[in-house]
């Protein structure tokens, strides 16, 4: 008997050993080809064999197909999805201390940092390169997360740790990958001093790249930047060579970097080059938003398809079901009915902080409808030439109509995208006269598409506030409003070239009610006022 059983129980051991070979033999199958595909299917075929590793309990290539896939999503500028992959990659690898897990997990850390900065989330990104150190086991990979790590410091304006971690990079043996060091050490001295003279290391690290023809931009853009102030001549002079080797190697956001720079350093041909630059940047938001429903689409597609394999390969336990149906009805009904009476013993005071909430909101209105929409008014007066008594009167009663529907609490009407941007786009220009320049880039109908009114009334709040507050306050010749949307994510940069705000005075200075509109569509707002002269504030909200 006892020989019958251990013969039934290798037969069973030898049949799932069988399997799961068979499963890790197609999965690597996958990505094989995964890694040869030409035709725009990597992320299809990684995806494929991260679920076959699974099921083959290979939980180490599992993570080595999905760190693939992260890779993939932040080249096409999925930046958030990337994330979300990578860190389902490192859950596959938790507990692991093998030198190729370690491999792998370093790998995936530089990519959240990568992902992260692009995110303009610098202090993440420091912190998973710094991750990616402490797993890294190879040394040239050690020397590229180095340099990374400098790179984001110095964005961080923490110029001598930069250069620190910098230093430890240019112990490298590729010459292209010496070429970047050497450049970004010396954007780290000339920061920290900027009696530094950096074009030595500039023209080195240029020279090395023209001689391994990869790679020129980047060098073009360091010496556009540091000629853009001292010498305008010789800075558009690398800004196109930047702009024509970008056109040659098809590189779109390198053109859309040269363009800015052109834009800005020949205003004779604005309006060509903005044209051009806005034309690029449409195209790239189209295409990271085909990229990121594409890569949506196919983890829907597999997983639904791996979900019906399942269920077809299921037990029978429809009344294990039932009866759990059934217990966790009757947990939510008692749950329910404790809801019930401690909301009854609540109802007052929420009636009155509600009432406390409405005066609120209304005294808000007044001030966001009435007094800004005047100052817009007489701004306009302001600005104009010639003025026109009838068009004015026509915009004061416009504002006095407003006014009476705040007072009969009549809501906002109008949910059209088309509207939104032309709304968005007149109220932008309102505030353009002779002594201040205001452009709006990337506002276009789809940004607001799915954008309900009440979200959009208090964005056009927000918008007229910091405009309002420009006029009034910054002293600005040039103010910038860019529009963006990623994923279920709206973003707006604003940008002028003023005084700046001091930091004590942000919530001070006619911009008291920003904040709480942003609450109120859950969103997030950033004063950078770090700089010497100017203020950056970023907005982002999410679409409902």
Not at 20 to 49: C, H, P, R, W
Not at 332 to 347: E, G, P, S
Not at 439 to 463: C, K, L
Request: positive net charge; contains cysteine; charged residues 25%.
């Amino acid at each position: 008997m006892k020989k019958f059983f251990f013969i039934i129980l290798s037969v069973l051991l030898f049949s799932c050993n069988d399997k799961k070979a068979e499963k890790i033999a197609v999965a690597k199958a996958y990505f094989d080809k995964a890694k040869v595909d030409t035709t725009g299917s990597s992320f299809y075929y990684f995806n494929l064999a991260k679920n076959a590793y699974f099921e083959g309990n290979d939980s180490i290539e599992a993570a080595r197909s999905l760190v693939n896939m992260a890779i993939i999503q932040e080249s096409k500028g999925d930046y958030y999805g990337s994330i979300e992959t990578s860190l389902e990659a490192n859950r596959c690898l938790e507990k692991k201390s093998d030198s190729i897990s370690r491999l792998i997990l370093a790998s995936n850390f530089n990519n959240m940092a990568i992902c992260s900065s692009y995110l303009y989330s610098f202090e993440a990104s420091i912190n998973y390169y710094k991750k990616a150190l402490q797993y890294s086991n190879n040394e040239e990979n050690r020397y590229m997360y180095y340099n990374n790590l400098g790179s984001a410091l110095i964005t961080l304006k923490k110029y001598k740790e930069a250069q620190k971690n910098i230093n430890l990079a240019l112990q490298t043996k590729d010459s292209l990958n010496y070429a970047m060091f050497i450049n970004n050490m010396a954007r780290a001295k000339h920061y920290d001093n900027q009696n530094y003279n950096p074009l030595p290391e500039f023209y080195k690290a240029l020279e090395i790249r023209e001689r391994n023809g990869r790679d020129e931009n980047s060098s073009y853009s360091a010496l556009a930047n540091y000629f853009f102030y001292s010498d305008k001549k010789k800075a558009l002079f690398f800004a196109n060579k930047m702009l024509n080797t970008a056109e040659k190697n098809n590189s779109i956001e390198d053109q859309l970097q040269a363009l800015q720079k052109i834009i800005n350093l020949n205003p004779g041909h604005y309006l060509q080059y903005f044209e051009k630059f806005q034309a690029l940047n449409d195209s790239v938001q189209v295409s990271r938003t085909k990229a990121k429903n594409q890569f949506a689409a196919i983890r829907y597609d597999v997983e639904k398809k791996n979900a019906d394999n399942q269920k077809l390969k299921a037990d029978n336990s429809q009344k294990g079901i039932n009866i759990l149906i059934l217990l966790v009805a009757l947990i939510l009904a008692f749950m329910v009915i404790i809801w019930y009476r401690k909301r009854q013993t609540t109802l007052k005071q929420e009636n009155e902080i509600k009432i406390k909430n409405d005066q609120l909101r209304l005294s808000k209105r007044v001030h966001d409808v009435v007094a800004n929409g005047i100052y817009q008014v007489m701004t306009k007066i302001e600005n104009q030439e010639d003025f026109d008594k009838e068009t004015a009167l026509d915009e004061l009663e416009f504002v006095y109509e407003k006014s009476r529907d705040i007072s009969y609490e009549k809501p906002e009407s109008g949910n059209d995208k088309k509207e939104y941007k032309d709304k968005i786009s007149g109220l932008i220009a309102s505030f353009k006269h002779e002594g201040t320049e205001t452009y709006t880039v990337g506002n276009e109908a789809e940004i607001w598409s799915g954008i309900s009114p009440f979200v959009f009334d208090e964005v056009h709040h927000i918008v007229r506030e910091l405009m309002v507050n420009m006029k009034k306050h910054s002293q600005a010749s040039r103010v910038i409003l860019k529009f963006e949307r990623t994923d279920h994510l709206v973003k707006i940069q604003y940008t002028d070239n003023g005084i700046g705000i001091p930091g004590d005075m942000i919530y001070k200075n006619g911009l008291t009610n920003t904040g709480t509109r942003i609450a109120a569509i859950h969103g997030e707002i950033t004063f950078d006022n770090k700089s010497e002269t100017g203020l950056k504030i970023y907005i982002s909200f999410p679409i409902s």
